[in-house]
Antibody
Framework: QVQLVQSGAELKKPGASVKVSCKAS????????MHWVRQAPGQGLEWVGW????????NYAQKFQGRVTMTRDTSISTAYMELSRLRSDDTAVFYC?????????????WGQGTLVTVSS | NFMLTQPHSVSESPGKTVTISCTRS????????VQWYQQRPGSSPTTVMY?????PSGVPDRFSGSIDSSSNSASLTISGLKTEDEADYYC?????????FGGGTKLTVL
């Protein structure tokens, strides 16, 4: 069965960077886009961007451009999302979510979420 | 970029029917598929509707989706409400390359 297992919770200081991993299993990793979604405490879902695991191509929401980098390691079927220059309002749960064969295709599977806390 | 606007909250009694709307600010609602995600407290979201009106396997047929080009909106309708349907619901669509989520609607079944 399809599983997305994310790395554990992180506590970071303002100005630092965080890298969250998402290990996929149960399907052909390179065949499906991976999205990242942020959810601040008590707030809604916010799309961060996507990566095409086959080509490594990425697209980021304008709000995060310049601070976010999405990568993948196909040898271990793992996607990564790194966010730099962290601020206190970056405190949130980050989800990886497997889409379809194109960027437009809907999410069918979600990771369990990774809580990133930014605090001095 | 466009926005997707949802009501902040809706409430209805068990057994009744509720409809949650999602209005697109610019661009045609018809042109790009709309998805709906359910999120219960403390859990990851799950997909309850995709491509406007397609139900994933395992989602009961009490859930249905539709679009209305005249109001440029999508709707998620849940009939025969159960207490387990109480959750946050998010619509999502896209434009040429970016995704957008609606702000979410809290459904209370009381």
């Amino acid at each position: 069965q399809v599983q997305l297992v994310q790395s554990g919770a992180e506590l970071k200081k303002p100005g630092a960077s965080v890298k969250v991993s998402c290990k996929a299993s149960g399907y052909a990793f390179t065949a499906y886009y991976m999205h990242w979604v942020r959810q601040a405490p008590g707030q809604g879902l916010e799309w961060v961007g996507w990566i095409n695991p086959h080509s490594g191509g990425t697209n980021y929401a304008q709000k995060f451009q310049g601070r976010v980098t999405m990568t993948r390691d196909t040898s271990i079927s793992t996607a990564y999302m790194e966010l730099s220059r962290l601020r206190s309002d970056d405190t949130a749960v980050f989800y990886c979510a497997r889409g379809g064969g194109g960027y437009w295709a809907p999410v069918a599977y979600w990771g369990q979420g990774t809580l990133v806390t930014v605090s001095s | 970029n466009f926005m997707l606007t949802q009501p902040h909250s809706v409430s209805e009694s068990p057994g009744k029917t509720v409809t949650i709307s999602c209005t697109r600010s610019s661009g045609s609602i018809v042109s790009n598929y709309v998805q709906w995600y359910q999120q219960r407290p403390g859990s990851s979201p799950t997909t309850v509707m995709y491509e406007h009106n397609q139900r994933p396997s395992g989602v009961p047929d009490r859930f249905s989706g539709s679009i209305d080009s005249s109001s440029n909106s999508a709707s998620l309708t849940i009939s025969g409400l159960k207490t387990e349907d109480e959750a946050d619901y998010y619509c999502q669509s896209y434009d040429s390359i970016n995704w957008v989520f609606g702000g979410g609607t809290k459904l209370t079944v009381l």
